[in-house]
């Protein structure tokens, strides 16, 4: 109904009153500019830190737990299998850490489909011996290339290079702060103890930083075969599969699945990294809360200047009443000036809050615990941008809804006799 | 020239706040087509309570009005107003004209609100109106920016844009001098006189009231002439 005449009309008020609008406005673009540069900024810093450990952590890890057998001989023999035996002392069974059968496992993941890559791991605790006192450390045994692919290995790599633990024979990447206690350089051997008393000379290629100063003061890398020759044991012992999937949100059903299929402990990377989702989520929860409440009071101003134009404008309400606009028409009017408000400021808002994500975006950001880091993170989704225009003209429009009902209510015979 | 335009039956009407008064009673009377009739009697008679219901603006009343042979009682707002855009011309005391628009626009308003004819057809017969009222000169002046005299002329203009069967002025010529009130009155009797309009005037201005063709006086809420 009659659409086009309602607008103009819309219009002409607003202009006639740019000022107030353009306040109402400001209002709108700022509180839209700061939830998608607030949102953009805090889910960014979000990603950055989950990406700290989630990226580098496999999405199930499938392993062998040192843990005493759930299957004790009594429960097994038939004379006793009625009653409920009490088992006291029980001590953890002579159990290997390697994983059985490992290729076999590793061939039939290659070839699930779900599945978007797999990295075999041998964890081994060492002591590196610097001169008279030994240091405790944990020597991975990696597939450089691999482990690269799925967990960005070589980015955490920040001297030398990842690839080189292949490519020279006897070679070890250290923990900076490993490194740092050592006071190994890179081309110097460092001298390793394991756990079974054997000493090997390693020579230092690289150091690793993750960021996270008590990870890296104990770990170092190793080819998959070092570590079995350090470690004495044959071509297919490892003891731990790294498993990559498309879809992270099936972790925990497919870890449980493997976990009957192969026979081992499957842990998922929602199990593993359960706070840093929380965190996330209520880093999240607190800028949405932040971004909305600016928006409320946005929706305030809006709110506040409608009433004040409407009371403004009684006399043209009464004469629009008089000559035939029906409530409905008069309230629609002051609707679609609250929401061309929110329209408005809201687009000028999104375009800002792109233009400070962006500036943000270039601001120099260097620490050592994020070494891969150059600038301050911020994260364009989409999303926010639709929340936010969505948001701009939701509000607007309760803000709008008030006042408008109002000036759809008002008597002209009042408004006329009153003068 | 019997055809009834506009119809009061036993009107009643009370205000409430802050005792119950009786402000009207017992009104009856029927304006025919083509009258020219003028509203008088004392300041607080009654005349533009009277005038409010008559316009459909005030639905709180006992009693029937008809306009047009419909009755107005069962109407709903929105019908109400479909009612006064379409049949009824306002002139107030105050020229009430919207300063967001200019001249031209506010004379079209009432028309594109019933979106009889396309635009181009409302502006092309305000201007016509304009014509006829001599101010089509001022048709692109800001509302804001005409004299009184001019500004109660275009609120005319738009009170005829949809050729209504009845225009209603309250006290019409109450703000204007005396020239510009001849100019005001001299319209409305060509109006009346020369297209047949039927109007109804509330005045205090005897003399204006005079020169009408009927007068209906009324006295604390009663017509007595």
Redesign the interface.
Known sequence: M?LK?IIS?AK??L??RWKQTLVAAIGVTFSITMFITLLGFMTGLNDLLDGLILNRTPHIRLYNEIKPNKNQPVNLAAEYKNGYNFIQSVKSGNARQEIYNSESIMETLQKDSRIAGLSPKIISQIFFNNGTIDITGVVNGIDAVEESRLFHFNEYVTTGNAADISKVPNSIILGKGLAEKMLADIGDVVQLTTTKGERFPLKVVGYFQSGLQDFDKVQSFATIATVQKLMGKPASYITDIQVKLKDIQQAPAVAKEFANIFETDAEDIQTANAQFETGSFIRTLISYAVGITLLVVAGFGIYNILNMMIYEKM??I????????????VKRIFLAIAISIGFFGGLAGLLFGFGLSAFIDQIPFNTAALPTIKTYPINYNPVFYLIGAVFSLITTYFAGWFPSRKASKA???II??G? | MSEKILEAKNINKYFHDPVTVKVLTDINFSVNKGDFVAVTGKSGCGKSTLLYILSTMDTDYEGELLIDGETMRQKKEAQLARVRNEKIGFVFQFHYLLNEFNVLKNVMLPGLKLNKYPAKEVEHRAMEKLKMLGIEKLALKNAAQVSGGEKQRVAIARALINDPHIIMGDEPTGNLDKKNSEIVFDIFKQLAEEFQQTLLIVTHDQGFAEKTHRIIEMEDGRIIR
């Open positions: 009659n005449l009309i002409s008020l202009l006639a006399d043209s009464a004469i629009l009443k008089a000559t035939g606009f029906a409530g409905k028409d008597d002209p015979v006329i006799r003068k």
